[in-house]
């Protein structure tokens, strides 16, 4: 037979495309990434979550409806808290000594520390606190994951209360919180805390995301984290700093998502059987069979949380 110049194994170009790495890795990307049922839930949910936040922070003002605005507040202060824990984390570990850690009524917050590498601890604040909340809308896909990021808060709470252990304010939030983690744990076998830790996430990445507008690109604040930065390294102005790290910050919330979309695939049926099976609810009939497990586990952990730290603020 004469050769016609087309190689007899090779392949169409079709076919040959499909086997291509890029086009292979895209695929499987795009499969891993496809949200099933309950994952599409979750992402509705967090949109209404980020509307009606949008709507009570910035549509709704203490002259319209007045209570309203109240639902925000002690969620804000969580925020704030993220915030200046993450100051104060990142000046641990570049060994600087934290002298306090305060929170403002009025939604502000301090962390004060002497010591430790200003261009770590300064961008600390904004960038800690929205990878946290990245986290934590992560965690959300999953009933689990939502378990263990509670077991991580309250270690957080507990590091915040030693350094606060004279602000009363600090005092209340992290009481009121503990009280709706325990309650949403219980809360048909713990499927409603992870919608908790969700709103969490969301309203800490909001929160990131406004402040950093707010703080160092619409206007200049000169007492602001940016402000402070730039002084530092005196090569950009304050609002080139506040809009990488807006850039930074909306990285952190969308592989927040990302990873919750590829790491948690299990439906809402299996979430609730695996649930039954880790820190089981008090009472339920997995915790009483299960005698390996303490019979109340995170009431234990963040009841201790809240006794180790009245220890502190004696």
């Known amino acids: 037979m004469p050769y016609n110049g087309i190689p007899v194994t090779g392949l169409a170009p ?3 495309f499909a086997n291509h790495p890029i086009y292979l890795v895209a695929r499987d990307a795009r499969s891993t990434l496809e949200p099933n049922a309950t994952q599409r839930t979750t992402l509705i949910v967090a ?7 949008a709507i009570l922070w910035h549509v709704v003002t203490s002259r319209h ?36 850690i305060e929170l403002d009524p009025d939604e502000g917050g301090a962390t ?21 909340g990245a986290c934590l809308i992560a965690c959300g896909f999953d009933t689990n994951a939502s378990k263990v990021a509670c077991l991580v808060l309250a270690v957080f709470f507990l590091f915040t209360l030693w350094w606060a252990r004279r602000e ?17 744990w219980f809360v048909n076998g713990g499927s ?14 909001l929160y990131v995301l406004w402040d950093v507008i707010d703080d160092t690109i619409s206007r200049k604040v000169n007492g602001s984290d940016a402000s402070s930065f ?8 304050s609002q080139v700093w506040g809009v990488i790290w807006l850039l930074i910050a909306f990285c952190f ?21 695996d649930s039954q099976h880790f820190l089981p609810v008090p009472g339920s009939h997995n915790a009483a069979s299960r005698s390996s497990y303490p019979e109340s586990s995170v009431s234990l952990l963040l009841s201790g949380t809240i006794a180790i730290g009245f220890v502190l603020l004696l």
């Open 65 to 100: 409806v007045p209570y309203l605005t109240l639902i925000l507040y002690p969620f804000k202060l969580l925020t704030v808290g993220f915030h200046e824990m993450s100051h104060a984390l990142m000046g641990v570990l570049t060994c600087a000594r934290i002298h306090s």
């Open 253 to 273: 919330f969308a592989g927040g998502i990302l990873v919750g979309l590829a790491a948690f695939k299990e439906s809402a049926a299996q979430q609730a059987s």
């Open 112 to 132: 004060r520390m002497s010591g430790g590498i200003p261009w770590l601890t300064l961008p600390a604040g904004y960038l800690g606190s929205s990878f946290i």
């Open 14 to 16: 079709e076919h040959a």
């Open 168 to 184: 009363i304010l600090t005092w209340l939030l992290i009481l009121g919180m503990s009280g709706i983690i325990i309650l949403f």
């Open 192 to 205: 409603a805390l992870r919608y908790f830790v969700l709103f969490m996430g969301v309203m800490s990445c």
């Open 47 to 53: 949109a209404c979550y980020i509307i009606a936040i």
């Open 230 to 237: 730039a002084e530092v390294c005196g090569c950009c102005p």
